[in-house]
């Protein structure tokens, strides 16, 4: 498989799915991960936390989740997850998590979790560790001065959620 050339260093929380959106608890979330498990033929649905599924299910912003797939399949862009969620969950589980929005195909990666460094740094570590990478845009809630000064020109400052004017500046990035 060829390495990609163009990322996006995706956050969740803030981006990709807005602080507002809290329909998860207008559900039965048990019943959705029946659900689940049987669409995709997936027995560790029954497993996931169902709040977390409900999350990805019903918060995570439909404009926004499109958003981020015309940047994949546009550019075309992977996609390097930073979300604080790579603390908590093995990629594979990410995936399984994306893959409700049909993302997971994007995903070639997490940055590092080393322990006493910052988002920023792992995302740095990642990148000279990768250095067939071309063009990245960076979509963060989080104003970062870190990744502002580290990386000027490639953080996209998602001020609520990956808005359609940020989708444009991420997308001017990745083609410039």
């Not at 998590?97 to 070639?108: E, K, N």
């Not at 322990?115 to 809630?141: P, V, W």
Request: hydrophobic content about 35%.
């Amino acid at each position: 498989m060829e390495k990609p050339e163009k990322i996006i260093f995706l956050d969740v929380d803030g981006v990709i799915q807005p602080f507002r959106n809290q329909e998860r608890f207008n559900h039965d979330l048990k019943e959705l991960r029946k659900y689940l498990a049987r669409e995709y033929n997936n027995d560790e649905y029954l497993e996931m936390d169902r709040f977390d599924l409900g999350a990805v299910c019903f918060d995570w912003d439909e404009d926004v989740v499109d958003r981020v797939k015309r940047l994949c399949v546009q550019v075309p862009a992977q996609i390097v997850i930073t979300s604080t969620l790579r603390r908590y969950f093995p990629l594979s589980r990410i995936k399984d998590y994306f893959r409700l929005h049909d993302l997971d195909q994007y995903i070639v990666g997490e940055i590092p979790k080393i322990r006493d460094k910052s988002r920023c740094e792992n995302l740095t570590i990642y990148m000279e560790n990768n250095r067939h990478i071309k063009q990245f845009a960076i979509l963060d809630d989080s104003y970062f001065d870190e990744f502002e000064k580290a990386y000027p020109k490639q953080f996209v400052h998602c001020e609520y959620f990956f808005s359609e004017q940020n989708y444009r500046h991420a997308r001017s990035l990745l083609l410039d």
